[in-house]
């Protein structure tokens, strides 16, 4: 069994993998402050759940956006599972050509999720929508080159600055309002937030496909995917496994 884990700004998605397939997958929150020690039993009790024991893992990777979080799951592998990881970054195989301007300063999520948009979407041009923390957009050529894309600031991240910074207003759940005319503040809120978020993706997406001569594949991931995609018609498929997907196949181009 290979152990697969992406650490993103919010949450943490852990898959295992057995003879190609994904067989289970879990989610836990991202908190710096915890130790190798707290991370490995969230682990044993996922773990212990589906029936599977820290000795059945032969092998691990880890991608990280957020670098105290890596240093702390490398220790906790060490410990508990007696392997050192393959960690996402510089020197790593991943069969990606990176055309950017400096390929170190690409996000290994976004590398990870090119990676499998390639793998499993062949190499016609592709935009990755990735609804995390941050929504990120990537675009890949026909060639399976990936030549870069936008980041926007997420949701949340734009909810809390609007109840930080305005005073008045309250904290709001995300969800799709029952008309785009909000009738008092928070489905004001709401409507804002949804169809601002809607418009923006469709805005960039509408971007992206001008400059390709070939129709782009428009595949969405993350968090939020399934919640935004239903609701435009430009995004063709939604694939909320993407990145463990990545994952397993860097690992397997590694050994």
């Known amino acids: 069994m290979?152990?697969?884990?992406d650490v993103g700004n919010s949450k943490i998605s852990v898959g295992v993998y057995q003879d190609e397939q994904l067989i289970h997958h879990w989610k836990m929150e991202t908190e710096k402050n915890k130790t190798s020690d707290e991370y490995a039993m969230h682990?044993?009790?996922?773990?212990?759940?589906a029936g599977i024991a820290f000795s059945d893992i032969r092998g691990i990777i880890i991608s990280s956006v957020v670098p105290p979080i890596m240093y702390v799951?490398?220790?906790m592998c060490r410990n508990y599972f007696h392997i050192k990881p393959l960690v996402v970054g510089p020197g790593i195989k991943t069969g990606l050509n990176i055309a950017c301007d400096n390929p170190r300063e690409v996000g290994t999520d976004r590398i990870v999720n090119a990676v499998a948009a390639v793998h499993e979407y062949g190499t016609r041009p592709l935009i990755v929508v990735d609804f995390g923390t941050a929504i990120t957009f990537s675009y890949i050529n026909e060639k399976g080159h990936y030549m870069g894309g936008a980041i926007t600031?997420?949701?949340?991240?734009?909810l809390d600055a609007l109840f930080t910074k305005a005073s008045k207003l309250?904290?709001?759940e995300i969800t799709k309002p029952f008309d785009i005319i909000g009738k008092n503040t928070i489905t004001s809120i709401q409507s804002g937030v949804f169809y601002g978020f809607i418009g923006m993706v469709e805005g960039i997406v509408s971007r992206m496909k001008e400059q390709s001569k070939i129709?782009?594949?428009?595949?969405a991931t993350g968090g939020l995917a399934e919640f935004f995609s239903n609701e435009t018609k430009l995004i063709d498929v939604v694939d909320k496994f993407l990145t463990l997907k990545g994952l397993y196949i860097i690992y397997k181009r590694n050994h």
Do not use: D, M
């Open 43 to 49: 682990l044993y009790a996922f773990f212990n759940y």
């Open 153 to 158: 600031p997420g949701v949340r991240i734009s």
């Open 170 to 172: 309250p904290r709001v």
């Open 2 to 5: 290979i152990l697969v884990i």
């Open 215 to 219: 129709e782009p594949l428009v595949i």
């Open 73 to 75: 799951l490398e220790e």
